[in-house]
């Protein structure tokens, strides 16, 4: 007698360990218009993204605002802005490299006007979370933008990277966004299921990237047609 069954239980297992080959996919969500595009890697080594870091980027060397982060254990949102993803937490003295989030730490950071007065047009950006053992290497972060002119935030995207099950790292870059005319940028801390220490996680670095706003060609055309009318104005009145 002909075994039907074993077709079904053959696509079955297959099904099964496709999907346990599948690689987790970060959960970005795009809030406000805004738009981009995603990559997200994963490891279980500590240091796998150590080499990705920037020290070029426009949050390179900046002070954050801070609420609400665990500093103890040498923790300090300072460090994620240094340039340097650091050393295994095994090897520092059980010290951490990197900030320590509780859920709604904020971390923001002022760019200010840029060259041209208009703030900054953000092309990409990228978060790297990482620790030798458990969760903290999983991220999930909400990133705000304030344009130039305004006191207030917008929502940018929220980031909810989980995939490790143990120890490693995640890095989650956002790349050909359409943010312009900017002079702040926010990240406030989200829960990260299934660690330890209340949701916490500890990320290691975040590098922003882009320039300063250019203005648009008819709004330099007519400052420049401005400046002419009022040297006019000026040799006018003098020569009265």
């Given at each position: 007698m002909k075994n039907?069954?074993?077709?079904?239980?053959?696509?079955?297992?297959?099904?099964?360990?496709?999907?346990?080959?599948?690689?987790?996919?970060?959960?970005?969500t795009f809030l406000n218009g805004f738009t981009g595009s995603v990559s997200e890697v994963n490891s279980t080594s500590e240091l796998a993204?150590?080499?990705?870091?920037?020290?070029?980027?426009?949050?390179?060397?900046k002070v954050p605002a801070i609420t609400g982060w665990n500093l103890t254990n040498g923790a300090h949102p300072n460090e994620l802005t240094d340039g340097v993803h650091g050393a295994t937490f095994a090897a520092a003295g059980n010290l951490v490299d990197g900030g320590w989030t509780t859920v709604g730490a904020t971390a923001t950071y002022d760019l200010g006007g840029g060259a041209n007065g208009l703030g900054y047009d953000i092309t990409s950006l990228q978060s790297i979370a990482a620790w030798v053992d458990v969760r903290f290497g999983n991220q999930a972060w909400t990133v705000a933008v304030r344009p130039v002119g305004s006191i207030s935030f917008t929502d940018l995207a929220t980031i909810n990277y989980q995939p490790l099950t143990a120890g490693g790292a995640t890095q989650v870059?956002?790349?050909?966004?359409?943010?312009?005319?900017?002079n702040?940028?926010?990240f406030t801390a989200l829960q990260?299921?299934?660690?330890?220490?209340?949701?916490?996680?500890?990320?290691?670095?975040?590098?922003?990237?882009?320039?300063?706003?250019?203005?648009?060609?008819?709004?330099?055309l007519l400052g420049a047609l401005g400046t002419l009318l009022l040297v006019k104005r000026r040799r006018v009145s003098n020569a009265r």
């Open positions: 039907h069954s074993s077709p079904r239980i053959a696509f079955s297992a297959l099904a099964s360990l496709f999907l346990a080959a599948a690689p987790a996919r970060a959960a970005v993204y150590a080499a990705n870091v920037s020290s070029t980027d426009l949050l390179n060397g870059s956002l790349t050909g966004l359409n943010v312009t005319g900017v702040a940028i926010r990260v299921n299934g660690g330890t220490n209340a949701g916490a996680f500890v990320p290691r670095e975040i590098d922003v990237f882009g320039a300063s706003t250019v203005p648009e060609p008819g709004a330099a």
